[in-house]
C-alpha cells in the first residue's frame, strides 16, 4: 500500500456561530478532485492541480473528453510524475463521516468523504454518477466501514478493451482500507438482477436502444443514491446508539464552505451528508 501522505499543513477550522439553528460541520483544511485524464487524486490549489489544468488546456477540449484512453502512461508521467503513474495518491485519516450533494448550479451531485490527521480535516468529492462515485459508495456501504477508525482512499484507472469494436475504455475504481484491512465493495447483485428485468421488459414491447440505456443509467444511478442514503442513516449513529447529529438536516453549505466550494465546483451546493 502507497506511503505517501497529504502534505502541507494547515490551520485546523474555527468553530462556528453558536445561534445556527441548524448543525453544520467543520470546513475541510483540505479538498481533493480526481482526475479522470490521469487517473489519480488531487489536492485542490495544489502544484499537481495546476500541472493537470494546463496539461488539459494544451490537450484541447475534444481530447480531454476522451479521458484516460486519451494519453500513453509516458504521457501521464511527463505530468504528474512516474510515482503516481504506478502508485496514485492516497487519502489518509480517521473516517469523520460521508453523504452526498448537489451542486446548485449544474445540478451535478457528488459523493463526499470525510477523513481528519494530524493536518486536519480533508474532504474528497467525487461526482456520484462517475465510475469512481459509485465505486465509493460501494465501499462505504460494506457495513465493516466504521467511523472512528483509519482509513486509507485510493482511486485507479485501468483500461479495457470492448469486444465488440475493439475501442478502448477506461474504468475507474476506488480501493479503502480500515485498520489495514481491505474493506470490499458490496455485491450489486440486486442492481444487475433489476437491470436484467428492464431489459427483458424492453425487448418485449420494442423500446429503441437509446431510450432503454438513457432509463438502465438512471435505474444504475438510482441503485447507488439509494446506497448512499443508507450509508448515510447509518453513520447518523455512533456505535452503542449514541446519536451523531444528523447533517442531514442541513439545507445548504455553511457560508464559509461555499467559498471554498465556490472555487472548485463553480457554485454551492445542498448538502445530504452525515457521519461527524
Request: overall charge negative.
Given at each position: 500500500m502507497n506511503n505517501r501522505t497529504v502534505e502541507n499543513a494547515h490551520a485546523p477550522a474555527t468553530g462556528r456561530d453558536a445561534a445556527r439553528s441548524v448543525p453544520s460541520r467543520p470546513v475541510p483544511d483540505k479538498t481533493y478532485g480526481y482526475s479522470r485524464l490521469f487517473g489519480t487524486f488531487y489536492e485542490r490549489g495544489s502544484a499537481l492541480e495546476r500541472r493537470i489544468n494546463d496539461a488539459k488546456s494544451e490537450m484541447g477540449e475534444s481530447a480531454v473528453k476522451h479521458g484516460y484512453t486519451a494519453l500513453s502512461p509516458a504521457e501521464r508521467a511527463q505530468v504528474i510524475g512516474?510515482?503516481?503513474v504506478r502508485d496514485p495518491l492516497v487519502v489518509r485519516g480517521?473516517?469523520?463521516g460521508a453523504g452526498f450533494y448537489r451542486h446548485e448550479a449544474s445540478s451535478q451531485e457528488y459523493v463526499r468523504v470525510r477523513l481528519r490527521n494530524e493536518e486536519g480535516l480533508s474532504s474528497v468529492s467525487v461526482a456520484l454518477d462517475s465510475d469512481l462515485g459509485k465505486s465509493i459508495v460501494r465501499h462505504l456501504a460494506n457495513p465493516e466501514v466504521k467511523l472512528g477508525a483509519p482509513m486509507s482512499l485510493q482511486a485507479f484507472a485501468s483500461t479495457r478493451i470492448s469486444e465488440f469494436d475493439g475501442r478502448a475504455f477506461a474504468n475507474h475504481a476506488?480501493?479503502?482500507?480500515?485498520d489495514e484491512a481491505k474493506i470490499e465493495g458490496i455485491s450489486?447483485?440486486?442492481?444487475e438482477a433489476a437491470k436484467g428485468g428492464m431489459r427483458a421488459k424492453f425487448e418485449a414491447v420494442g423500446i429503441d436502444v437509446k431510450t432503454a440505456r438513457a432509463a438502465l443509467y438512471r435505474l444504475e444511478a438510482d441503485w447507488h443514491r439509494d446506497r448512499l442514503r443508507e450509508v448515510t442513516a447509518r453513520l447518523e449513529q455512533r456505535e452503542g446508539g449514541e446519536s451523531i447529529q444528523a447533517e442531514t438536516q442541513a439545507k445548504h453549505m455553511p457560508a464559509n464552505e461555499e467559498a471554498l466550494e465556490e472555487?472548485?465546483?463553480?457554485?454551492?451546493?445542498?448538502?445530504?451528508?452525515?457521519?461527524?
Open positions: 512516474p510515482e503516481l480517521f473516517f469523520e476506488a480501493v479503502m482500507w480500515q450489486k447483485e440486486t442492481l472555487e472548485a465546483l463553480a457554485g454551492r451546493g445542498d448538502e445530504l451528508d452525515s457521519g461527524r
